[in-house]
T-cell receptor, first 116, second 115 residues
């Protein structure tokens, strides 16, 4: 079984400031890690994912996350945020194989609010 | 690529009626789809795993006779909320698992309001 903890329920920042959304997980098996973003009244959109290979993964809109196995973390970062980044962000984990393959466990979500 | 649609996006129904929600993977085949429920200001709660050609697997506490799931093809899964009550009002989200990518892709969600 897996679990995910997002340490901050809300993160307010000013536009063009850097931001980090924290995510820690626990699992007894190898994992895949994901960040999803949800805008109001919408479904989830995949932001980025780590399956294997380079531990630093990047999205097309400037976000990046680094898989740290020793610290069981997958923190999301952006060096300079925009107003349009205001949304709720969910960290999720699935098993990399076996019975938990493909089955996501979500964190509680972090609401990122970017102020002008 | 990897687009998942849901229909309807919003539905209002009377207590006691049944509502069917469709989830389609538009450009890939999904042997496994998932159904989630999301309460306001909360994370997604997995309700059930829908497997093409076999019975769905329900999470603990989810009534299988109330939330009927049918995964009749590799691109379509349906969730039917039977005899809906006001407490069933929620945001229902489906996802389709693209096996080759190891990734779930989510539909836009269906807002259900039971009066």
């Amino acid at each position: 079984a897996q679990s995910v903890t997002q340490l901050d329920s809300q993160v307010p920042v000013f536009e063009e400031a850097p931001v980090e959304l924290r995510c820690n997980y626990s699992s007894s098996v190898s994992v895949y890690l994901f960040w999803y973003v949800q805008y109001p009244n919408q479904g989830l959109q995949l932001l980025l994912k780590y399956l294997s290979g380079s531990t630093l993964v990047k999205s097309i809109n400037g976000f990046e996350a680094e898989f740290n196995k020793s610290q069981t973390s997958f923190h999301l970062r952006k060096p300079s945020v925009h107003i349009s980044d205001t949304a709720e962000y969910f960290c999720a984990v699935s098993g990399a194989g076996g019975t938990s393959y493909g089955k996501l466990t979500f964190g509680q979500g972090t609401i990122l609010t970017v102020h002008p | 690529g990897a687009v998942v649609s849901q229909h309807p996006s919003r539905v209002i129904c009377k207590s006691g009626t049944s509502v069917k929600i469709e989830c389609r993977s538009l450009d890939f085949q999904a042997t496994t789809m998932f159904w989630y429920r999301q309460f306001p200001k909360q994370s997604l709660m997995l309700m059930a795993t829908s497997n093409e050609g076999s019975k769905a697997t329900y999470e603990q506490g989810v009534e299988k006779d109330k939330f009927l799931i049918n995964h009749a093809s590799l691109t379509l899964s349906t969730l039917t909320v039977t005899s809906a009550h006001p407490e069933d009002s929620s945001f229902y989200i489906c996802s389709a698992h693209w096996t080759g990518s190891g990734t779930q892709y989510f539909g836009p969600g269906t807002r259900l309001l039971v009066l």
